[in-house]
């Protein structure tokens, strides 16, 4: 029973810290670099699509 309750106890700490780190990551703001990665991409999807589109 001490073994349940030491691992449940280990368990419930990492948990409490992954919520922590998650939180701290999440209301951080997106890098510009990153943003203007995927401004980049959806450019390129959009050419792609307007390229399959005409030609057919």
């Known amino acids: 029973m001490t ?3 030491n691992r449940s ?3 419930q700490e990492i948990d409490e810290n992954l919520r922590r780190a998650f939180e701290d990551i999440s209301s951080q703001a997106v890098p510009d ?3 203007q990665l995927l401004s ?5 999807e959009g050419a792609s699509s307007a ?5 057919k």
Do not use: H, M, P
Not at 40 to 44: I, S, T, V
Not at 51 to 55: L, N, R
């Open 3 to 5: 073994q349940k309750t």
């Open 9 to 11: 106890r280990v368990e």
């Open 33 to 35: 670099r990153f943003s």
């Open 40 to 44: 980049q991409l959806k450019e390129a």
């Open 51 to 55: 390229a399959k589109g005409s030609e």
